[in-house]
């Protein structure tokens, strides 16, 4: 929400709405782009980082009102732009806004069009005047999947590594189940707790441990779905599957499911838990190795 000169009000609790920028802590301001969806949520979030100098966080997708909204909530502040990935509705505004603002690109690295002037990884710090952002290496979603941590506030942003209120689509070969579960553990596992998630879809996140260890224990009781259901058919396709393990959700939203029962498939492969002559083909036969 905002005050009657415009001005973001401290308010953390505030659901994702395109229509306002909203500030979830003195140094963070939340501006969520008209890109609203099935696989968005209300939007892309992208985050303004800092006071003096600002970092944004996810530019977002190249809609133009989205760049100006950024452009407006930056007032001639923006230095550094950071992407957590490079898919279509996260990384694409990095370079018009860069174009508008001269900020420094910053990123996994060259993909999908995105082109960093800085590529960086797992431990890479970036200080501004009164913050300090630190990458957090976390595969799954996409193999470049940059998380990037506020310290001080112990504030983490996620971009798709988790989500508020969905799940996460893991689509192979670039995404890998395995990987997202080891990704997962590593944010809960940690010495020092984190107190928030500020995720790329959906509002802030003030419970994170028990927020991602129901979503660990959701992926595993969903592989032990897939698990059964192949053992009982013996041999089938991811195609041959989605219906019985994603009997919970909706058929329409089958097609997009298929892609983590694949994903879910190829980790119980590594495991010797499943057979398949081309786990990298999605219309492969897989075969249960329970007999």
Same mark, same amino acid.
């Given at each position: ?29 939340? %501006?969520? @782009? #008209?890109?609203? *969806?099935? &696989? +968005? ?127 996460? %689509?893991? @689509? #192979?070969?670039? *995404?890998? &189940? +395995? ?113």
């Amino acid at each position: 929400m905002s005050d009657s000169a415009g001005e973001p009000v401290l308010d953390p609790s505030a659901p994702a709405d395109p229509a306002r920028p909203v500030a979830l802590a003195s140094t963070v301001v939340r %501006v969520t @782009a #008209p890109n609203p *969806g099935m &696989m +968005t949520g209300p939007g892309t979030n992208s985050y303004l980082v800092g006071s003096t100098e600002l970092v944004v966080v996810d530019p977002g997708p190249d809609e133009p009102s989205h760049v100006d909204a950024l452009v407006e909530a930056g007032a001639g502040r923006i230095r550094w732009i950071v992407v957590t990935h490079t898919h279509l509705d996260h990384a694409p505004a990095a370079a018009p806004l860069a174009e508008r603002t001269g900020a420094e690109v910053i990123g996994f690295g060259a993909r999908d069009d995105f082109v960093p002037d800085r590529s960086v990884g797992e431990g890479f710090e970036l200080a501004g005047d009164d913050f300090c952002l630190r990458a957090v290496y976390t595969p799954g979603h996409a193999s470049n999947h940059l998380c990037w941590e506020l310290l001080g506030e112990r504030m983490l942003f996620s971009g798709d590594h988790v989500m508020q209120g969905s799940t996460v %689509v893991i @689509a #192979p070969p670039d *995404g890998d &189940m +395995t990987q997202y579960l080891a990704s997962l553990r590593r944010l809960v596992d940690r010495d020092v707790p984190l107190r928030a998630i500020a995720p790329g879809h959906g509002s802030l996140i003030e419970d994170p441990a028990t927020v991602v260890g129901g979503i660990v224990d959701h992926r595993l009781e969903r592989e032990d779905k897939v698990r059964r259901a192949l053992a009982a058919a013996g041999r089938a396709t991811v195609d041959d599957l989605v219906a019985s393990v994603y009997d919970d959700v909706h058929e329409a939203l089958h097609p997009v499911a298929r892609l983590s029962l694949w994903a879910h498939l190829r980790k119980l492969g590594e495991e010797r838990e499943a057979t398949s002559a081309d786990p990298d083909d999605i219309e492969a036969l897989w075969e249960s190795a329970r007999g």
